[in-house]
């Protein structure tokens, strides 16, 4: 069965609408989506209301922080209208308001006034975020591309890196549990921590009553898949896949372009099938 539990639509930063990466993902034969845009549901909403589409998972990408790293936690299958994750997605989104403005004033101080201003219109009614201030730096000429503009003003320590506003790992866990959902960590090798520190964070993410480690971010190298095996058998987790999908023709990996999880792993996706 191909599955793919973490893909991006124009509810956040993807490039494409609900609708059309449901279409993608049937292209692909995608069987059961999660569509897990930044801190919102908005966009699992308004595929759930399609005629034509893959089996859904409900589901987000949380941001939080866990001990001055900024770190992403996948929610799925949890009540997206449950009180808890309606007044999780409410402090979210003010957070990320906040947040445009704090980078705003930083890129200004350097020299490039108004950008939040501009991020914002550009996000319209997506949640807004980084990739849009560097989409407008890349508009303005500042920079050539939005990794040139992640490497020089946005990205982990540049000015406009600001993380202080997310709310703790634990407590976006305990939103998930609350609201009947199984909280993943996402893409763990992304926050390039040492092997050391990558298994402190899974115990705590596990003592903080987190499910499962994607085991399987779009296509990885060689090698680098059995260490996170591994920590799903040392601290009994399940293990989820996905693409992490955000555009057409990004080089790590399609909708549904997943690498089989290896065996010794329990997937995360058999709690929603019968
Ligand atoms: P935010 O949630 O606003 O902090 O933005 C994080 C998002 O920015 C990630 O989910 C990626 O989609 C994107 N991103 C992070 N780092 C880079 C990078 N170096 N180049 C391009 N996009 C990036
Ligand atoms: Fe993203
Ligand atoms: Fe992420
Ligand atoms: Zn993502």
Same mark, same amino acid.
């Given at each position: ?36 845009? !930044? ?42 209208? !449950? ?162 999908? !955000? ?28």
């Amino acid at each position: 069965m191909r599955v793919d539990l973490h893909t991006h639509t124009n509810a956040s930063d993807g490039a494409l609408t609900p609708q059309a990466l449901c279409e993608r993902a049937l292209a692909h034969d995608v069987e059961l989506l999660a569509i897990t845009d !930044h801190d919102t549901c908005a966009g699992w909403r308004e595929a759930e209301a399609l005629a034509r589409r893959p089996r859904l998972i409900a589901a987000a990408e949380f941001s939080c922080q866990w001990r001055n790293a900024a770190i992403h936690v996948v929610g799925l299958g949890f009540d997206p209208d !449950h009180e808890t994750s309606v007044a999780a997605f409410a402090q979210l989104q003010q957070s990320r308001v906040e947040r445009a403005g704090i980078i705003g004033e930083r890129l200004a101080r350097l020299g490039f006034p108004d950008t939040c201003e501009d991020a914002t219109a550009l996000a319209g009614a997506s949640q807004v975020g980084r990739p849009h201030f560097a989409q407008i730096l890349v508009q303005r000429g500042v920079v050539a591309s939005p990794t040139e503009a992640f490497d020089r003003y946005l990205g982990a320590g540049k000015p406009g890196d600001v993380k202080a506003l997310w709310p703790d790992l634990a407590e976006v866990t305990a939103w998930i549990g609350r609201a009947g959902g199984v909280a993943v960590l996402a893409h763990p090798l992304k926050y390039k921590l040492t092997a050391t520190r990558l298994k402190l964070l899974v115990a705590e993410f596990k003592a903080a009553g987190g499910g499962a480690l994607e085991v399987i971010t779009g296509r990885p190298q060689p090698g680098v898949i059995a260490p996170l095996v591994r920590l799903c058998q040392t601290f009994a987790l399940e293990a989820s896949v996905g693409s992490d999908f !955000h555009q057409p023709g990004q080089f790590w990996a399609e909708v549904g372009e997943v690498a089989p999880l290896p065996t010794g792993c329990q997937p995360v996706w058999e709690r929603w099938l019968n």
